[in-house]
């Protein structure tokens, strides 16, 4: 695939983007804001486009990747940009809400638009371990997905706009999880003189053995039916009220078991606790403000 391709933004992410595509064999057109971050690439064959408009006519398609959509906002809307007809690709960060307006807002100026998150760092853009995530229209994506293949393992979600900002932000919801609990642990444990590299590969198992759970207790919320197959919510809060008195005992912080323990009462006190642990999607689903 030797497709034209441009990068508008070249930060410490464009500047991976479009290195990664100069590599594959793409032509590869570039600009950004502050000219003198294109010299590497130039000098590694990409053209420099003198203008945005021109970035934006260059390729079979043109990715963006700025500090926020703000900047693409500004970027796109306050300079000789013609969209029309051109092909965009936003993979900078933002939100659903962002990611549906900017498409709506791009459409409506003629361009066909994906929008995209990138949970990987610079250095392993064009490496499989570099997940990007689009979301947009399927004929869109499936036009450019050979292109884009070139970044990395490219995944695509589905039509709605959002969902690759979405997805984004869950996978950070699991990642923190994952590792507030560990280090949870970890401080229960240093308290004892076990350290963080003993305990590691113990927690290492239990997540894998949780992580497994998932797909069953899924099923659960899609149905909306919680029976207590493995245990009852009660039950659950009785070990919870444990990790928060031991975590007290020896001192070490105790928030992060409280905030569990009340989620799980509320559910409790709203006849739950016979059922099972992910009747707490109730609890998550909506919004508490105080
Ligand atoms: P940088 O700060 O390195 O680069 C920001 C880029 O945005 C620069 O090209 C900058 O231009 C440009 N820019 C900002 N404001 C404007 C504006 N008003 N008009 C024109 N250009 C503008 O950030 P990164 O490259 O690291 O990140 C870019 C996006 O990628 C972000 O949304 C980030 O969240 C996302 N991302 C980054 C990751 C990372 O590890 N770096 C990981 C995953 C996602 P100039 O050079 O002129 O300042």
Redesign the pocket.
Known sequence: NDAPVAV?????????LAGTFLKAGHPTTVW???TS?AGRLVAAGARLAPTVGDALRAGSVTII????Y??VH??LGATDAELDGTTLIN????DSTQAREAARWAEQRGARYLDG??????SVIGTAEAVILHSGPQPDFEAHESTLAALGTVTYLGADHGLASLYDVAGLAMMWSVLNAWLQGTALLRTAGVDAATYAPFAQQIAAGVAGWLPGYAEQIDSGSYPAEVSALETDARAMAHLIEESEAVGVNAELPRLIKAMADRSIAAGHGGEQYPVLIEEFARPRND
């Open positions: 508008i933004g070249l930060g410490l992410m464009g500047q991976a950004n804001r502050t971050k990747c700025l500090t926020d703000q900047a500004e970027l993979l900078t960060s933002g998150a990138i949970m990987a760092i610079p």
